[in-house]
């Protein structure tokens, strides 16, 4: 072989050699964009949240634009709700909203705002000023005086919210409730602290567990904080044998959206001996907010026979997650929907984490799923 054409295979393996680099660090920093945009749209986990600290809320509001933490109420007199959430002429799309999209064939896909601009605002001045200790009788007053009903369905919810934040509330081992490790059929991994269910709830398909996900890793596998639950889940699966078992949570895997928590869990269930026409998935949802939200509308639309609902979820995670559903359950009631479910009982997976929430983040998390709320199918006039 003649130097020149030595030089000229040279050059080309060089040209090739830096091609391939170029490409390597353009993928790796696609990845990195898209983990950061992730974590800057409030996609990964609210569990990262500290306890005591404040929440800053990034949802999109019903209207499309950013939602609001429950104190800007206050800096403009309680009418801090965007122009335009609320108002009973608009048509929303919230399959549009940052924490994902909703199932085409969803109850509430593309309908008016259940909520008037004025209650929008009434209603965020009264999460406020619950959640800083505040009185809020003549809030509430006037939102009864716009509607009785939203009215009364709120003021559950406040009181409701009481009910959750009493010591003891959440069922974990830490506060008296039995451990999964005591049943010798139902651990699967040795070491695993959770509560099971109370005794004497319904033994029948009224009640349904619900199993609140938790974020994957990047690659779609389980942490170890939703293997957790699982166990729990699975525990009183078994000491309830004809209940449903709901598992709520949508694709939070970074290198791979196609993968959900909801389907993970369904997964892990069955291959650890729970029924699989037992289990309900709802693999959609990306907060609390919207596994309530979304598990509701499954319930509601095809399991009319379910009244009663455990929560199982970590024990920092339970008093969310109960007011979370309870809520959306009054605000559905005061609506017209007829099923009559209520959070009757939870049990928790004794985390290692130092996660949890204070009255603040709470009432962010409550905010968000207000403005989540649509008109049902009864609140739309016949055309």
Not at 175 to 189: E, R
Request: charge should be negative; glycine fraction near 8%.
């Amino acid at each position: 072989m003649s130097m020149k054409k030595a030089v000229k295979i040279l050059i080309i393996l060089i040209i090739v050699l830096i091609a391939i680099v170029a490409a390597i660090i353009i993928i790796d920093n696609v990845i990195k964009n898209d983990s950061s945009a992730a974590e800057s749209t409030g996609q990964t986990a609210e569990a990262d949240i500290s306890e005591g600290q404040t929440m800053d809320i990034t949802a999109s509001s019903q209207d499309g634009g950013g939602a609001e933490n429950i104190h800007d109420a206050k800096a403009n007199d309680g009418s801090g709700t965007d122009e335009g959430a609320g108002n009973e002429q608009d048509t929303v799309d919230v399959s549009s909203a940052v924490y994902g999209e909703k199932p085409a064939d969803s109850l509430s896909s593309v309908y008016s705002t259940r909520f008037s601009t004025e209650q929008m605002s009434l209603i965020k001045e009264m999460i406020s000023e619950k959640a800083d200790g505040r009185d809020f009788e003549g809030t509430l007053q006037e939102l009864k005086s716009e509607n009785a009903k939203d009215g009364e369905a709120i003021e559950s919810i406040m009181d409701y919210w009481d009910t959750v934040k009493e010591d003891g509330f959440a069922n974990s081992v830490a506060n008296g409730g039995t451990g999964i490790s005591a049943m010798d059929d139902c651990p699967v991994n040795s070491g695993v602290e959770g509560a099971l269910l109370p005794e004497g709830l319904s033994d029948d398909d009224s009640l349904c567990i619900v199993g609140l996900g938790f974020e994957l890793n990047r690659d779609g596998t389980m942490k170890d904080e939703l293997l957790g639950r699982l166990e729990t889940i699975r525990a009183c699966a078994m000491q309830y044998p004809n209940a449903y078992v709901l598992v709520t949570g949508g694709p939070t895997a970074l290198l791979d959206r196609s993968i959900a928590e909801a389907d993970v869990m369904h997964d892990w269930l069955v291959e650890n001996g729970v029924d699989n026409e037992r289990i309900i998935v709802e693999n959609n949802s990306m907060t609390s907010a919207t596994n309530a939200l979304y598990s509701y509308e499954i319930l509601l639309n095809e399991y009319p026979q379910v009244s009663d609902i455990a929560i199982v979820t970590s024990d920092y995670h339970v008093a969310l997650g109960s007011l979370l559903f309870e809520a959306q359950f009054e605000m559905a009631r005061a609506a017209g929907d007829v099923t009559p479910l209520h959070v009757v009982t939870n049990a928790a997976y004794t985390s290692d984490g130092i996660y949890g929430f204070d009255w603040v983040s709470e009432g962010n998390w409550l905010w968000i799923l207000v403005q989540e709320q649509v008109a049902s199918e009864h609140d739309i006039p016949d055309e």
